[in-house]
């Protein structure tokens, strides 16, 4: 697949190194995301989960990064940035952009066998937008749009049923009941789970940073087939339930959720940091 499917819809300054923020300034930077972006945007990690990764990688971020993040999101945040690709993806011009958010692969298919299909896919789009936005040779509009891709995508490819079976379209045809409403296994991995942990915010910020911190460095050394091979490594887990999932099973999934999002926050500012400081530290 080349970069003729993409379609549009409308020198980076100097300097270096990482700047690290306080938990207290992530969390104030996650709830201006949450004020901005809308309750019924949520489709890939939901609403919370991107700006919480987002706001993870902005505490990583190297100067360069930060400078090409303002310049191209026109002053926004990543968190502000990072549902705009569910937001479009039913919109005319962009609904060839839906297969880009997952990817199908079987129980037994390696990952080294995989192959993308002819309509892309999220590690096809990670690519092609890391690439796009680093090449400085595009108009600002086209790498204004592979941020915003971007953001997303690297924080999609974390969530287990983004890595999915085609059988079950993700988990999407696989529903059941908790505490009365009905759902399916797919809409809980994307945004349910995280809300029934966000009971208290500074406490989940606290653990998702924690995480980040702790394992930043092999965190950040991993290529995104490592991403989908993790997330796919975790399908044993995410169909381990009867009927339905019981509160055993939301637990460890919260805590698996932590240290995805944790993860994509780390790898989604590695990528930045690699594109415009040349290094993924």
């Known amino acids: 697949m080349t970069s003729e499917r993409i379609r549009r819809t409308d020198g980076i300054l100097a300097g270096s190194g990482v700047a690290l923020v306080s938990a207290r300034s992530l969390q104030a930077v996650v709830l201006a995301s ?6 019924g945007s949520a489709h890939g990690f939901g ?36 549902s705009w690709a569910d937001e479009i993806r039913y919109v005319p011009a962009w609904e060839h952009s839906a297969p880009w958010h997952y990817m199908n692969i079987s129980d037994d298919e390696p990952l080294e066998r995989y192959r993308t299909p002819a309509e892309g896919d999220v ?82 910020i606290a653990a998702v940073m924690a995480l980040a911190e702790a394992n930043a460095v092999d965190w950040a050394a991993a290529a995104p087939r490592e991403w989908a091979a993790e997330s796919k490594g975790l399908r044993t887990f995410v169909y381990d339930f009867d009927r339905a999932p019981g509160p055993g099973y939301l637990d460890e999934a919260g805590r698996l959720l932590h240290q995805q999002l944790a993860r994509a926050g780390v790898r989604l500012a590695a990528t930045l940091n690699g594109i415009f400081c040349g290094s993924r530290e």
């Not at 949450?34 to 309750?39: A, M, N, T």
């Not at 990064?65 to 310049?71: I, L, P």
């Not at 045809?173 to 759902?183: L, M, P, Q, V």
Request: glycine content about 10%; some cysteine.
């Open 123 to 204: 590690l096809w789009a990670i690519d092609e937008f890391e690439q796009r936005l680093g090449n400085e040779a595009l108009a600002f509009e086209d790498r204004a749009d592979a941020l915003r891709f971007l953001v997303h995508f690297v924080v999609d490819i974390h969530q287990p049923l983004h890595v999915g079976r085609q059988a079950d379209r993700g988990g999407n045809a696989i529903g059941f009941r908790i505490d009365g409403e009905r759902t399916n296994l797919h809409r809980l991995w994307d945004s349910g789970i995280i809300a029934r942990n966000t009971g208290s915010r500074d406490r989940y």
């Open 34 to 39: 949450l004020v901005i972006l809308s309750p």
């Open 47 to 82: 609403v919370v989960g991107h700006a919480v990764a987002s706001a993870v990688a902005e505490t990583r971020l190297c100067v360069r990064a930060q400078e090409a993040v303002a310049h191209f999101g026109r002053g926004r945040s990543l968190g502000q940035l990072s």
